[in-house]
């Protein structure tokens, strides 16, 4: 049985468990008087906290229950914010403002004068936004724009397609990719310009590169761009999270360019170099995002998201890093959309990492945590009629601040035609701010919105679903084994195309597409963001004269680094190296030279 069999087993025994505790707190009298006494001093000690008008409320909302029983199963089978199995979310208080007194009804009927009102502090907010655009400038100059108002900087780089493939601009072919889709990167100076006036060993500051075949790479040149401004002492102060993630890759988004197990082995090189050198990097991000956005239901995505994780933690594992190093680090990346399992899927896959993790690899309560960024859906964006989209973002953002995300980056109502120009970018953030900071929905009171019996309903019919998905990939040999059998990539494309029938078929409503449309088919002028040649060719001249300046250093330094992975040891200190004076593609070329390139499965 491999580990994933095992999770399957542990989920099962500790739903069992839950069921015998409800039992001991029924009928052993002393362990039910332990929980109520506990459960009565926890809901004591809750702070209260007012609203604008007045109305106080609890800082955390539980259950009116006194029922022993029903107590151990809150407790046991859901968890309190913060506590196993953390249902309810990773940590104890999530979005809420500061407490403070109510301003706006005082006894006089009249709110205190703005002087006497002092400074409250501010958590972080959980708004990741997202950018990727031509060259290292306009990127750096649209992530500038973004943060304007924003007292925590929280970056996510969208590259272009020559970058996520490991490929330099000036390869044959690719000259009008360059800075489509997203941001061109072929050098450590260009990624001095991505970043430039951020500071990035700030507690303030955090980077996300959407990037996995060439991670690695890519994770060494912004290593050594943080080097180049601010010295190594950066290093273990870096925040951030690379996503790395070559199962999804293989699964659902194609952009894989070693061979699967050289890929994983240059993971795990950063991996170990990242968890040691680097406390506060995330170095691989999980992502079910793609793997939804390329068609998957909503139980596969967080299924295959979920059995990829724990494949991680064995290989990360076998190389002998231990779990309470690596375990921290492991971050997750989910899709929302609008279907009824979005209600609960982060919630039931947050409980299933944490047990998975405690009762199979023996992780303590840092390493059970599943840290979670959550972005509302792409595929859910519809061209026609297309400012509907501001609905449909604004709902799954709800639906995602129910699930207690740890951040959350909100899509704009024009992708269906163009990277998002800046008028849209700014309303999908107001978006969020609308929710968090305008309305009174999640900033006074945790557990605002979970627990109805609906809900209840969802989790465990997701759950279930999860474990069933679980145990077919079990069945065909592990993660990797089904990898190879194209399990996962199959049921996806299935998934995609019976989502497809629905909408042709009219039994998936799509508003102002296959239900009440306007009747107008004409697509809107809508400005579409391209990259100007002059940009493209100045991308081109750049990286030439990088080549030009460095090249008797990168013969030597690519020497190095094909020596070290040919001996087998782990080359990410050796690839910091040769990223200093090496192009993304010059590095890739020559490991490809040594590895080979990754051949889909057929």
Not at 61 to 89: C, S
Not at 430 to 453: C, D, R, V, W, Y
């Amino acid at each position: 049985m491999s580990k994933l069999g095992q999770v399957v087993g542990s989920i099962e025994n500790y739903n069992k468990f839950v069921l015998d505790q409800v039992k001991r707190a029924r009928t052993d009298r002393q362990f039910g008087r332990e929980l109520l006494g506990r459960w009565n001093d926890t809901k004591a000690k809750i702070p209260v906290t007012r609203t604008p008008t007045g109305v106080p409320l609890p800082r955390l909302a539980l259950p009116e229950i006194d029922d022993p029983g029903e107590i151990a199963r809150y407790l046991f089978a859901e968890g309190l914010p913060g506590e196993f199995p953390f249902l309810n979310g990773a940590y104890r208080e999530m979005y809420l403002e500061p407490i403070r007194e109510v301003e706006s009804f005082e006894k006089n009927g009249e709110p205190p004068q703005r002087s006497s009102r002092q400074p409250l502090p501010q958590a972080e907010e959980p708004t990741r936004l997202f950018s990727g655009l031509m060259l290292a400038e306009d990127t750096n100059e649209r992530f500038h724009y973004l943060t304007r108002h924003q007292r925590t900087h929280r970056l996510s780089t969208a590259f272009d397609g020559p970058t996520l493939y490991g490929i330099d601009s000036d390869a044959d072919g690719v000259f009008g990719k360059i800075g489509e889709g997203g941001v061109a990167i072929d050098t450590v100076e260009d990624m001095v310009r991505l970043y430039d006036g951020f500071d990035l060993g700030s507690p303030n500051f955090s980077a996300s590169m959407t990037i996995s075949g060439p991670a690695p790479v890519i994770m060494a040149m912004y290593i050594a761009a943080a080097k180049r401004r601010f010295g190594t002492k950066v290093i273990p102060k870096l925040r951030g999270t690379i996503q790395a993630d070559i199962f999804k890759e293989v699964q659902a988004q194609n952009e894989t360019i070693f061979p699967i197990e050289a890929s994983l082995r240059f993971l795990t090189d950063m991996v170990e170099f990242t968890t040691q050198e680097m406390p506060r990097w995330y170095p691989i991000s999980i992502s079910g995002y793609h793997i939804g956005e390329a068609g998957s239901t909503p139980v596969q995505q967080a299924a295959y998201t979920l059995s990829n994780g724990f494949a991680y933690a064995e290989m990360f594992a076998a190389r002998g890093i231990p779990v309470d190093q690596f375990g921290p680090r492991l971050s997750f990346f989910l899709d929302c959309g609008l279907d009824a399992e979005y209600i609960a899927l982060a919630r039931v896959s947050r409980r299933i990492w944490a047990i998975g993790m405690r009762d199979v690899f023996g992780a303590g309560p840092r390493a059970q945590l599943f840290k979670l960024h959550t972005q509302t859906s792409g595929r859910s964006l519809i061209a026609a009629e297309f400012k509907n989209n501001l609905t449909r973002t604004a709902a799954e953002l709800v639906l995602a601040y129910m699930n207690a995300t740890n951040s959350c980056h909100s899509n704009s109502a024009d992708e269906p035609f163009t990277t998002p120009s800046e008028e849209w970018i700014r309303l999908a953030a107001h978006g969020q701010a609308i929710l968090l900071e305008e309305s009174g929905i999640f900033k006074h009171t945790m557990n605002m919105l979970s627990g109805s019996p609906g809900m209840k309903a969802v989790e465990r019919a997701v759950e279930a679903a999860i474990l069933d998905e679980f145990r077919e990939i079990e069945r065909l040999g592990g993660v990797l084994a089904a990898v190879e059998d194209r399990y996962q990539r199959s049921q996806i494309q299935n998934a995609a195309h019976r989502y497809e029938q629905q909408i042709y078929n009219g039994t998936r409503p799509i508003i102002g597409l296959n239900r009440y449309r306007d009747g107008d088919n004409d697509i809107p002028e809508v400005k579409l963001a391209r990259t100007p040649r002059k940009k493209q060719q100045l991308q081109v001249d750049r990286l030439a004269k990088f080549k030009k300046k460095n090249a008797d250093k990168a013969k030597r330094a690519l020497d190095k680094l094909a020596d070290v992975v040919e001996r087998g040891e782990n080359c990410f200190p050796v690839l910091l190296e040769t990223a200093e004076v090496c192009s993304l593609g010059q590095i890739t070329g020559r490991l490809q030279e040594i590895v080979g390139r990754f051949r889909p499965m057929v």
